[in-house]
Every structure is written in C-alpha cells, then in structure tokens.
C-alpha cells in the first residue's frame, strides 16, 4: 500500500471504526473514508473471540478499500488504557551530528534510549511520549530540531502494555497478513484531536466512557501525566434498566436512546415482558439512568482526586458513546466533581458520528508523528469524495463554540 495513506483502527467493545487519510501536496490531511463494523468479540479492551474480531476487521477493511481502490496491508491501531500502564522515564545522549546540530536521527535516539525501562516479564513497550527535552542541562524545549549543543535529554512517558493481551490484538491482524505498522496508546491519540492550543496551556482530564471502560488521561501542558481505567460504562446502565424494567437487551438500550434524545422530557412508555403490558413513568427510568451516571462521575472523580492532580484541572472532557450523549451530564457532573464539564456529542460538535473519534485521533496523531510531507511520498489518484482537514488555527468565543469549529475543520 502506498505509504501517504494512514489506515487508523479502532477496536472498541461493541464495534470496530476504521478510518483512513492521506497527505495532499499542500502537506494537509485528508480523511477518505471511515467506517463502522459491530462486533462482540472483545470485551473490556481484550480480545475474547479471535475469529469474531479476525471477521470484523475483515469487513471493517474491506469497507475502505472500495473507497480508495488500493489494497490496505499495514494499519496503525489504538491500544487501550485498561491494558497498560505509564513508566516515567529519562534518555540522554551525547550529539554526535555536523557541528553539534540535532536532527531527526539523534531525537530518535533520545527517544530510544528512553525506552530503555525496567518492565515485566509479560509486558512490551508500544509507545513514548516526551514531556520535555533539555539541551545541555540548561534550558527545556518542546522541539529540539534543528538547535544546537553538545548533549540532549528527554524526560518522558513509556506506555507499557500487557504483552499476552497485545499478542491476541495481533493474531487478529496476522489472519489477515495485515501488519501493523505502529501503535499508539488510544486515549493519547485522542487528545491529539480533542486538544486545543489553548488547552495545552492548561490541565486538562479527557474522559472516554464506552460500552465496558471508561478510560481516563490528565494533560498538563498538552503531556499526559497520569492515566487510568476502570470497568464500568454504557452497558451497566443497560443492566439497570434490564434489572428494573425486565425488558430485553434490545430494548434496554432503545430506552437509553431515548433518554438520551429526551432527557427529562421523557414522557411514560408502554412495555411488555412474558406477554404482559404495564406502564413505565419517563421519571422513573431517567432516576435509573441518573443513578448510574452519577455513580460513574463518582468514579472519575476519585480518580481525579487520587492523582494529585485535581486542584490544577480546569476542564473535564468527556466523550465516547456512553454517558457523553445524555442531557443530564453536565448538571450532575459540575455536581459531583466541582470542575467544568463538557461533553463530545451530537448538539455539541460538527461530527456526525462522535464514536470515531478515536480512529481519527489515530490517523491524526500518526500524521503529525510522521510529518509526512508530499515531497516524500508518491501521488495517486483517488476518488473525488475527499474531505480536506483544514489546519488553520480558528478562535471563536466560547469553549464549545471551539470545539465545534475545531470539529468542523475535519469533516
């Protein structure tokens, strides 16, 4: 496959996003196609059922290529916070370029000799991510190319993930001679979509609740410093509706579709269960649904505080097809954890499907690690269906009329 194409992979718990994007000759994004497959085969972040994800992917695949017309044969993949942990670490080398100039190859080698860590038997290094770099002991910088001196450092973030958990990832693709052409922790190739400049100047938690886990990263200056997970998201509020109710799966979760269109405005519903009919009042299912948000925003918020980081957050983020979609969140979240809360949805940003922001967060955070250019890489031709990324910095008034025009700006 021609390598200006970024193929992201998404595997979540319910289903499989795909997303695809290549450099134009302007040295811009542009995203060509993105796709949905559903899938059961992977639960809190592992990989229960290789066939079924094997078929997924298969499908998921498939879908993009129709759209490019070119076969896809290496992919970059998202892994979740739920099987890994941060290792903090130094590298440091001596400059060893024309006249004390750093250039690409010795940066790499700093990163390099930061990965050198202390980690488990059954672990592997995936992914790296610098916090600072120093030049000489002397002064921090965020991009040391091109500058000069005589010995580079970088303070960094290792993301280790649980080797065993990784290699039935990678089965799946293996079954498919796909490779895997790099991984990237999933929550932090997200920032690189939800992030602003601005946010990057402050400290910033990003909250993905899904269908099993909800993922938690805090940014400090635009770096990740501390990451966790739990088991806990969308599908527990479709038990306590099942449990409360007696309705089926299927209909648990058009009631959560519901709620979430409605909210409050939820008016009574007829149900049937073993060939009886009863009514439900629309405030008691909303009681149940805020009961399990509530619960969850606790969560968050003890993980917040447990952090040390909590007394430095101006934001919470929270986004993901969970309990980002509901009206209710942001009342019950200034509530409960005492911080701003925004939330990724359909009334909020220009998005037309908020679960792909992880495999677009991926192909994006690929293309900036790249710095792909055009004069690297070879043209086709493709389709005229693209949708440019516009890069331009645009500041509207207001934290979410931001983010809807940072949005806008993809798609």
């Avoid at 409050?264 to 007829?270: A, K, S, V, Y």
């Avoid at 269960?273 to 969850?296: F, P, S």
Wanted: net charge negative.
């Amino acid at each position: 496959m021609n390598n200006n194409y970024i193929v992201g992979i998404d595997m979540g718990s319910s289903s499989i996003y795909g997303m695809i994007g290549k450099a134009d000759k302007q040295g811009k994004l542009k995203i060509l196609a993105s796709t949905e497959i559903k899938c059961d085969g992977i639960k809190k972040g592992i990989v229960v059922n290789i066939d079924s994800v094997t078929e997924a992917l298969r499908s998921c695949l498939e879908d993009m290529e129709r759209v490019i017309n070119l076969y896809i044969d290496e992919v970059f993949i998202g892994i979740p916070s739920s099987i890994c942990r941060l290792v903090s670490n130094k590298g440091i080398i001596a400059i060893s370029g024309e006249e004390d100039t750093i250039d690409e190859a010795e940066v790499k080698r700093v990163l390099d000799a930061a990965k050198r860590v202390s980690i488990g038997k059954y672990e592997k290094v995936i992914d790296i991510i610098p916090e600072k770099f120093i030049i000489d002991e002397s002064y921090e910088i965020d991009n040391p190319l091109n500058m000069k001196g005589s010995r580079l450092e970088v303070d960094a973030k290792i993301v280790v993930a649980n080797e065993i958990h990784l290699d039935s990832i990678y089965k799946c693709f293996d079954n498919l001679k796909v490779g895997i052409k790099g991984t990237t922790l999933k929550i932090n190739a997200a920032s690189t979509f939800i992030l602003t400049k601005e946010d990057k100047r402050e400290t910033i938690a990003i909250i993905d609740v899904g269908v099993d886990n909800t993922d938690i990263g805090i940014y400090k200056n635009g770096t990740l410093v501390h990451m966790n997970s739990f088991n806990i998201g969308g599908n527990n509020i479709t038990g306590d509706i099942m449990y409360c109710t007696k309705v089926s799966f299927k209909e648990a979760e058009e009631l959560k579709f519901k709620y979430a269109e409605l909210g409050r405005g939820l008016e009574d519903i007829e149900l049937g269960t073993k060939g009886e009919e009863y009514g439900l009042q629309g405030n008691i299912l909303c009681d149940i649904i805020d009961a399990r948000i509530e619960e969850i925003l606790n969560f968050i918020s003890d993980e917040l505080k447990n952090s040390s980081y909590m007394d430095d957050i101006s934001t919470v983020i929270i986004y993901g097809g969970g309990i980002s979609q509901y009206k209710s969140l942001v009342s019950i979240g200034k509530r409960v954890i005492s911080k701003p809360i925004y939330a990724f949805n359909k009334s909020t940003t220009d998005l037309e499907n908020t679960l792909t922001i992880n495999s677009l967060g991926i192909v994006k955070h690929v293309f900036n690690e790249l710095k792909i250019s055009y004069n690297k890489i070879t043209d086709n031709k493709i389709e005229n269906n693209e949708t440019e990324i516009n890069n331009k910095e645009k500041k509207p008034e207001g934290f979410m009329r931001k983010i809807k025009s940072f949005l806008g700006e993809y798609f």
